[in-house]
């Protein structure tokens, strides 16, 4: 039984009783499609959407040795590796960032790749390699946070919004944007990635097939500030015209055959 996002209800539903004022989530994990009770009162100022690698022995991904273990909890993280680097044994493994770091260091695996903001919001001091959007491209909403209240609640809102970050609202709605566009939900490994750099918005999406032969990296940049919607749609167009609809559709498929075995991928 797939358990993501249960916990996510379960708190909406606390917040849809009157249980509490409002509710925060990590914007990687909530749904693209809001509760119509709720609405999202603000999104605070973003921190690192990268995604890192932690080895034990070794400087980085290009330096570990053919056939190293690598521990990951992310089907998008465990294809784009197998893709970069297929000659190295991508395993699952659970846990929340601390237990994941003391399996790596006990010799459970040879590194460990998890989300960069994890590192960040526990303050540790560890060495680690950024990934780049060329090996893979973050989950959207991925170093986001979103504050949810109930509609209509003018007084929660007002207060929530003091600490919304107008770049990072922009960034994560884009993203999400493109996720409704694809109908790609949170079981599909796909990278959906917008930053503002200066003058410009930059979105990323990148997938790769379920057999790790075929890979499909979009950029599209766009003067800033700009429509969400424009860019986007934009961004959207340029996967599907590079082929990338056709891996979404092939991991829908496999999705469906796994379900129907009473597997998840």
């Known amino acids: ?56 022995k070794h400087k980085g991904l290009s330096e570990l040795p053919s056939g190293a273990i690598i521990g990951t909890s992310s089907l998008r993280r465990m294809t784009h590796l197998k893709y970069f680097r297929p000659d190295l044994n991508v395993i699952p493994i659970r846990g929340n960032v601390d237990t994941r770091i003391r399996k790596l260091w006990r010799g459970d695996c040879d590194a460990i790749v998890i989300a960069e903001v994890g590192i960040q919001r526990l303050n540790l001091d560890l060495a680690y390699e950024v990934l780049s959007f060329d090996v893979m491209v973050p989950a959207a909403g991925q170093g986001a946070l979103a504050v949810v209240c109930r509609k209509g609640d003018s007084e929660i809102k007002s207060l929530l919004k003091s600490i919304e970050d107008p770049p990072s609202r922009f960034e994560v709605e884009v993203e999400r944007k493109i996720l409704r566009h694809l109908r790609a939900g949170c079981r599909t490994p796909i990278g959906v990635n917008v930053r503002i750099q200066g003058d410009k918005a930059i979105a990323s999406i990148s997938s790769v097939s379920p057999d790790g032969k075929l890979k499909v990296y979009i950029i599209e940049e766009h003067e800033y500030p700009c429509s969400i919607d424009d860019l986007a749609y934009k961004a959207y167009m340029k996967f599907k015209d590079n082929g990338g609809l056709e891996i979404i559709e092939l991991w829908r498929e496999k999705d469906m055959f796994s379900t129907l075995r009473g597997v998840t991928t």
């Open 1 to 56: 039984m797939p358990v993501k996002g249960i916990f996510e209800k379960e708190v909406d539903l606390a917040l849809i009783r009157g249980d509490v004022d409002f509710v925060v989530h990590s914007l990687k994990d909530y749904p693209t499609i809001v509760d119509p009770q709720l609405e999202l009162a603000s999104i605070p100022k973003r921190k690192s959407p990268y995604d890192v690698i932690l080895c034990r």
